[in-house]
């Protein structure tokens, strides 16, 4: 039987309306749709009154992560085994806090066709719609984005250990690179600049900081820049989103 393909798909933080118009059409198409905990109520309906099975695979609270997570694993897998369009949905963007980095590895490992579908995450649309901006000219330039339950401490090593998503350092990466050298990063941490992210002309280009601003010298486009060690999870999963 031909393998189905699973769908990891981000819902935004919950208001219907700010589902994508892609997560929709996806959603429309799937057999299955497997949701979590977080996903809004009304999502949750408007789930319900589509002609489709609906699993609940939300964790608990008190449950311990790493085991539920394999019991999800399964059901992806057991579903896209049958030949059945899965969609997974989760709160959010899948890619924020959500495990679906985990998952995609997962379904790589396993041989089983994904997709990932971004979502609104509520670490820019929740204070918007209470209207805070994460960046003023006048009061801030950085987000440093944590998990509540890690100790501040953790927080204090962001630099020098933890993710840095850049905007608008496409023509400033090279002296990006060599302040955070010099501020104690290793020059082999990995970085990766996507030129035109989300577009059919999308290019990733991965390096590290010793040599990236020379990899990237001919970017033209606008560029997100990723630096650290989650770059290396782009390894592990070829024809990603293909």
């Not at 679906?100 to 379904?107: A, N, S």
């Not at 089983?112 to 901006?133: D, H, L, R």
């Not at 997100?224 to 293909?242: S, T």
């Amino acid at each position: 039987m031909k393998v189905g393909k699973v769908y990891i798909v981000g819902a935004g933080p919950g208001d219907p309306e700010l589902l994508t118009l892609k997560a929709v059409k996806v959603i429309k198409k799937a057999d299955v749709i497997l949701y979590d905990k977080l996903v809004g109520s009304k999502i949750v309906e408007f789930l319900k009154e589509l002609d489709k099975e609906i699993v609940y695979v939300g964790k608990n609270s008190g449950e311990k992560g790493s085991k539920r997570q394999e019991e999800i694993n399964n059901i992806m897998k057991k579903y896209a085994k049958e030949g059945k369009i899965v969609v997974r949905l989760k709160g959010g963007d899948p890619f924020v806090f959500g495990r679906g980095g985990i998952e995609v590895e997962f379904l790589a490992k396993e041989g089983i066709p994904f997709e990932v579908i971004p979502g609104v995450s509520s670490i820019n649309s929740v204070p918007t719609c209470a209207g805070i901006p994460l960046t003023h000219p006048g009061y801030s330039s950085s987000i440093l984005i944590v998990a509540g339950r890690d100790d501040v401490e953790e927080w204090k090593k962001t630099p020098l250990k933890g993710t840095i998503v850049i905007l608008m350092g496409r023509d400033t990466l090279d002296s990006i690179c060599k302040n955070l050298i010099s501020s104690g990063r290793d020059e082999k941490t990995p970085v990766a600049v996507v030129e035109n992210g989300t577009l059919p002309e999308q290019k990733v280009i991965v390096g590290t900081l010793k040599d990236i601003a020379t990899k990237t010298k001919n970017v033209k486009g606008p560029a997100i820049i990723i630096v650290g060690d989650v770059v290396k999870v782009r390894d592990k999963l070829p024809n990603f989103n293909q």
